[in-house]
Every structure is written in C-alpha cells, then in structure tokens.
C-alpha cells in the first residue's frame, strides 16, 4: 500500500485514543508509525499478524527470565518493550488496512492475558524457589494467581448477558476527581485510585521491566547471583491484585450496579 509516514500519523488522530494510558501517549504512539508505516508499506502482514508477534515476543520475554543472566535479562525487556510496541501498532495496521473490528479486540486483550500470565509465571517460580519452597509461600503464590483475575466483573457479565466496556487488566485512562468532602475513607479511595492504573496494562509491565533491569544489575556485579527483585515485586504485587480484584468484587454488590 502507497502510505506515507505523515498519513499514518493523520490517521492516529482517533478519539478512542483518548484513552490511552499516559506511557501509551507520550512514547508508544510517538514511535509506532514507523512500525506500522513499514508493515502497511513493504509487508503483507495484517494486524492479527502484529498482534500475534506482540504475544510471541511476551511468552519469549518470560521465557528468558529462567536464564539468570544478564543479558537474557535485558533482552528480555527489550522483547517486551516490543511486544508494546507490536500492541500499539495492530490497531494501527488495522485501521489502515479496513480490517478493525470486535475480533481483533478480542485477540489483543487475549495477548495482554497470555503475556501477563507467562510473566506471574517465571516471577513465581522465583518467588517459590527463593523461598526454599516454603509452604507459606508457596500458598501465597497460588492465592494470588487464582483470584488474579477480575472474578466479579466476570460473574456480573454472566448474570446480566452484557460486556463490561472496560477490560480491568487493560484499563483505560481516566482523571480521578478528588472527594468533595475529606474524610479517612474517601481520602484512603482517592488515594487508591491515583495509584490504581499500577497493576493495569501497561503500568504493571513497566514494574516488570524495572524489577527485571535491576535483577540484571545484580547478575552483572554479584556473580552467581539469583533473581531477587523480580520475586520480591510478586511478593507485593500479587496479593495486593488479587486484594483489588476482591474488592472491585464486593463493590459490585452495590444496588446501584444492578438496576
């Protein structure tokens, strides 16, 4: 397809990129069209393609961090700066190409799972073996993966036969109006929302990548050194998800969500 990089950056300008998260805005969307101009212009790819190279390059990323090494360890934060990139891109491609629809959506978010589960998986595995294979820790790795998953949005759209708008591991980004009156419990909220977007795509992602990057550190000075900080993110991120995803839970319970 005859495409300029100018064209492609026009066609950028849709209003449901409004949404995107903050990291999306101001450095995703700043280097995608070269990757989508290229695609569109000298390949065949369509954007399932993209999406499918955006999941292949995640599972790899994971796959890698059973190497303790530093460089696997910073190639795998490069593979999932890709894999971003790749999930920025497909919509891209898809909108030039004609082919955007529900079915690509579905394909991305499936993308955004896989990727996000293959990476609990090797900090879990760290995590359990770090412990020494401690009980305790071993249930608490369990716990988090088992309610990791936005159970009570799921029951609801069962129950009432609708699609929730917002994907909870991919939430869209939105200002956080702060309470007309402060008291301890709407301050505690408010402050929970400003720091929410934390375990969503793709702020959690980016924790990985920061805890990865300084597992690679220690690798590089301490010889024979293991995996620490990437576990011991799980350690707080885990549960306190799995706490989010029982909260969000209760909260639908409200009279308000069923009307």
């Known amino acids: 397809m005859n495409i300029t990089l100018a064209d492609v950056r026009r066609r950028q300008k849709d209003p449901h990129l409004a949404a995107d998260p903050t990291y999306s805005t101001l450095v995703m969307r700043r280097i995608s069209p070269f990757l989508t101009w290229f695609v569109v212009r000298f390949t065949p790819l ?37 894999a971003y990139l790749c999930d920025t891109s497909d919509g891209e491609v898809a909108r030039i190409r004609g082919t955007a629809g529900k079915r690509g959506s579905y394909l991305d978010l499936l993308g955004h799972h896989i990727q996000d589960r293959c990476l609990w998986l090797a900090a879990s595995c760290q995590l359990v073996l770090l412990s020494g294979m401690a009980p305790a820790m071993v249930a608490l790795v369990l716990f988090s993966i088992a309610f990791t998953n936005p159970f009570g949005i799921q029951a609801r759209s069962y129950v009432l036969h609708t699609v929730d708008l917002e994907d909870p591991v991919h939430g869209i980004h939105r200002g956080v109006v702060r309470p007309g009156s402060i008291t301890p419990v709407s301050l505690v909220y408010y402050l929970y929302r400003r720091i929410a977007f934390l375990w969503n795509y793709p702020a959690a992602m980016n924790l990985f990548c920061i805890a990865i990057l300084a597992d690679a550190g220690r690798f590089a000075a301490i010889p024979g050194a293991q995996p620490l900080v990437l576990p011991l993110l799980l350690l707080g991120f885990g549960p306190t998800r799995a706490a989010k995803q029982f909260g969000n839970a209760f909260r639908l319970l409200r009279r308000a969500n069923w009307t």
């Open 46 to 82: 369509s954007a399932d393609m993209v999406t499918l190279a955006a999941i292949a390059s995640g599972v790899l990323a994971a796959a890698l961090l059973f190497e303790p090494h530093p460089a696997a360890y910073f190639v795998a934060v490069v593979l999932l700066q890709f």
